[in-house]
């Protein structure tokens, strides 16, 4: 079942991708960055069509993808490099004519070629395009690549200012941030969403106590010290599911109401025993 979704997800990716490119990217010729982004970009100063362009990408990074990043991720890039040019030449067959105008075409590119290259983010694959790059990035530095994907997309747009002009490329940074932002809500969607909080108590004894023991989660001490009266005191450093997170402020309220509390969205939480379904 697992590897039916992992393929479904794939297969619905590079589709979406395909009609953002088939549908809003190349028609209305907009800067948006990725392998169609690039295409659009240099294809007035290059003698070949646009789909050559896309091919000779995608075989350019699909060999940095599998110098950099491993078979697993070959075998899923694989499938979508055959998946993708497939759906652009379907989609090519039946064309819609969207009368919008380039703003908004900017837009919905973004959005949809986020969704699609969100999901084959979470199975761990590449469309085998200009994503290979922040993939790789992503692996030695630990930056988000939804932001990565922003940063290497806003450069591939500037290569359209020579030939497209200011306009065409203020556009193209439209695409830019929507496809950011919709591939980073794609990722992390499903995740467990938490809350990292940290609190200040010269009760933090019964506190931590609590914690333990009602919500069977774990904490770190921190020790501490006032930067305006100079004491010392000891910090927990706690983080629950946010279902949680009201009965621990209550636990705090009960305990002690001149507690600090400071709470911060946890949007990944790794390690031992986290995973463990918490006693409610």
Do not use: C, W
Request: proline share 4%; charged share 15%.
């Amino acid at each position: 079942m697992k590897k039916f979704r992992s393929v479904l997800n794939l297969v619905l990716g590079n589709l979406l991708l395909a009609a953002g490119v088939s549908y809003f990217i190349v028609p209305f010729e907009i800067l948006s960055g990725g392998m169609a982004g690039v295409a659009v970009a240099i294809s007035p100063i290059v003698p070949l069509s646009i789909q050559a362009i896309i091919n000779i990408i995608i075989l350019i990074t699909f060999v940095l993808g599998a110098i950099f990043l491993g078979k697993e991720f070959v075998l899923k890039t694989i499938v979508s490099s055959i998946l993708f040019p497939l759906f652009i030449e379907l989609l090519n067959n039946f064309p819609v004519a969207i009368d919008i105008s380039p703003v908004l075409a900017s837009v919905y590119s973004g959005v949809t070629t986020g969704l699609g290259l969100g999901l084959i983010f979470r199975q761990g694959g590449s469309s085998g395009g200009m994503d290979v790059f922040p993939l790789i990035l992503h692996k030695y530095t630990h930056i988000r690549v939804a932001t990565l994907v922003q940063v290497v997309d806003g450069i591939t747009v500037l290569l359209g200012l020579y030939t497209y002009g200011i306009e065409a490329v203020l556009i193209g940074f439209l695409s830019v941030y929507a496809s950011g932002v919709v591939i980073d809500k794609v990722v992390v969607a499903g995740g467990m969403h938490a809350k990292t909080v940290y609190i200040i108590s010269d009760h933090y004894e019964l506190i931590l106590d609590r914690i333990h023991n009602e919500l069977d989660r774990g904490a770190t001490i921190i020790a501490a010290k006032g930067g305006y009266t100079g004491r010392e005191k000891n910090m927990i450093l706690s983080v629950v599911p946010a279902n949680q997170y009201p009965m621990l402020q209550h636990i705090v309220d009960s305990i002690d109401e001149e507690a600090f509390i400071v709470v911060n969205d946890a949007t990944e939480v790794k390690g031992e025993g986290f995973s463990i379904e918490p006693k409610i």
